[in-house]
């Protein structure tokens, strides 16, 4: 199942302006007024100007928190997608409530205890980050995250994807039977999604600090449906005489 661009023209805009191209002026802006984040229970505000807005909304990092100010914006941010900006592309700061700046491995126990899977949902994420996927919350379909092409203005999500992982019986309840397989492949393919299932192998390393991300594997497996139709015989004679 290839792209599904959104109108005429959605997929010459998104050749002339790759993803990669729109985070490394997002890094770039970033490190040079030193931005930082506020640590807020479960996710990370923002405050951006007009040129770092326009480079969040069209990387798709955060989603916009309305306020009365007009020169400044405000951005929710996720624990992966904080967590991606301050460890991975190190163009963020983060403080707490107190102003204080958080080093690598506080910030890495408090996203941990706020989320059990974080190590491996963060793994996937950057994964799919670092290949210039646009990777956005699965909730509404029931899976771990949802990845575009390119901005979703431009582009339906092509994968639905869940995160699992092996290692010391993480399987998260999820997946476990054939019966589980084909409901979620049911709901991806009435929503013309393909199923991208990552499985994170952690090397027996524990996951207490977030050099540990550097020893995990991420092995990508696509699932699909079987139709017998692709396997008639009449089809197959006729593709035979051709």
Known sequence: ??????????????????????????????????????????SVLFEADAKQTDLLNRACFGRPVVTAKKDKQWFQLGLEEAFYLFYVLKCIKIVNENNCEIDSEELWMYMTSKKENFPNLFKAYSHLRMKNWVVRSGSQYGVDFVAYR??????????????????????????????????????????????????????????????????????????????PQQCRENQTIATGES
């Open 150 to 227: 390119h901005h979703p203005s431009l582009v339906h999500s092509e994968y639905a994807v869940i995160v699992l992982s092996d290692n010391n019986g993480e399987t998260n309840g999820r997946l476990m039977v054939w019966s589980d397989y084909h409901c979620t492949l049911r709901l991806c393919g009435s929503v013309a999604k393909t199923l991208l299932l990552l499985n994170i192998d952690k090397c027996g390393e524990n996951a207490t600090l977030p050099s540990c991300l550097e020893s995990y594997i991420v092995e990508e497996r696509t699932i699909t449906r079987w139709s």
């Open 1 to 42: 199942m290839g792209p599904r661009w959104k109108g005429k023209g959605a997929e010459a805009k998104a050749l002339a302006d790759p993803i990669s191209t729109i985070v490394s002026q997002l890094q770039s802006s970033l490190v040079q007024s030193s931005s930082q984040g506020l640590l807020m229970n479960s």
